[in-house]
């Protein structure tokens, strides 16, 4: 009996590696998608400020081309002034000519603060690239890291399974049975009962008449509470004599 329950104890110590296995590596993906979240963040972050730039430039060359296009009707609107006939229309013509200039200073000055603004524009797209940079760098390398572990505990995963497959034909069949179907509700499925007849996988105690039943024979029996199955620690560790 008792290579009956070792068989069983070694091929649940192999379920439960492949278990915790599992439940790290499904984290896995969840912490690459935040990653990602967070990678995709920054990159949004140094668009916007690419979009912020382009406008701003958008702009300037919209207030150039109205500037110039100013200068030009001045031009031509002074170039008139000698062609007046009369007193009235000169000075109708040179009050037009007074309005577009004042409007044009006007420009300029706006123009040389949006020029500013796009030095500023300009210095925030390359802040952010070097920030986007450096995400790229560190979370890129995190990545690559948790699809390393994850390729790796798959593997485990597999070579544990390899295993389980063998230790499992030297378990006795009935016993397997019984522990797949436990197994399935609970892990671990098999614990011991120490004493004074505690079982280990739910910390009640087991009727005494089970308890001494489970020392004298070393066999297997279900813990009344938990529904494991359970067996006296001496039947792995005899007491010496």
Not at 28 to 57: F, G, H, I, T
Not at 118 to 135: D, F, I, M, N
């Given at each position: 009996?008792q290579e ?7 091929l649940?110590k192999?379920d439960?590696e492949i278990a915790?296995?599992r439940k ?5 993906p969840k912490q ?8 995709n963040?920054?990159k ?5 400020e690419?979009?912020r730039l382009?406008?701003?430039e ?5 207030l ?7 200068k ?8 008139r002034?000698a062609e007046?006939?009369?007193t009235r229309?000169y ?21 040389d603060?949006?020029?500013k ?8 797209v390359?802040a952010?690239e070097q920030?986007w ?5 560190s979370?890129?390398?995190?990545m690559?890291?948790?699809k390393?572990?994850m390729?790796s505990?798959h593997s485990d ?6 295993k389980?497959?063998?230790l ?9 049975h019984r ?6 509700r609970?892990m671990p499925?098999l614990?011991?009962?120490l004493a004074?007849g505690?079982?280990?996988g739910?910390?009640m105690?087991v009727?005494?008449q089970l308890y001494?039943?489970l020392r004298s024979?070393l066999?297997?029996?279900?813990c ?5 199955i ?5 039947a792995l560790d005899?007491p010496?004599k």
């Amino acid at each position: 009996m008792q290579e009956k329950l070792s068989a069983l104890v070694n091929l649940q110590k192999v379920d439960l590696e492949i278990a915790s296995l599992r439940k790290a590596a499904e984290t896995y993906p969840k912490q690459l998608a935040e990653l990602e979240k967070e990678l995709n963040a920054a990159k949004a972050a140094v668009e916007a400020e690419r979009s912020r730039l382009l406008d701003v430039e958008r702009q300037k060359r919209t207030l150039e081309q109205n500037i110039a296009d100013e200068k030009d009707k001045v031009r031509k609107w002074e170039a008139r002034l000698a062609e007046q006939r009369t007193t009235r229309e000169y000075a109708a013509l040179a009050r037009e000519i007074d309005i577009a200039k004042k409007t044009n200073q006007t420009m300029v000055e706006d123009l040389d603060e949006l020029g500013k603004t796009l030095g500023a524009a300009r210095e925030a797209v390359k802040a952010k690239e070097q920030e986007w940079a450096a995400r790229q760098d560190s979370i890129g390398g995190r990545m690559a890291e948790l699809k390393k572990q994850m390729s790796s505990a798959h593997s485990d995963v597999k070579t544990l399974e390899e295993k389980r497959s063998k230790l499992a034909g030297s378990v006795d069949k009935q016993l397997l049975h019984r522990y797949d179907v436990v197994k399935r509700r609970r892990m671990p499925a098999l614990v011991p009962v120490l004493a004074p007849g505690t079982c280990q996988g739910c910390n009640m105690n087991v009727p005494p008449q089970l308890y001494n039943t489970l020392r004298s024979t070393l066999g297997t029996d279900i813990c009344p509470s938990c529904h494991r199955i359970i067996y006296a620690a001496e039947a792995l560790d005899p007491p010496a004599k």
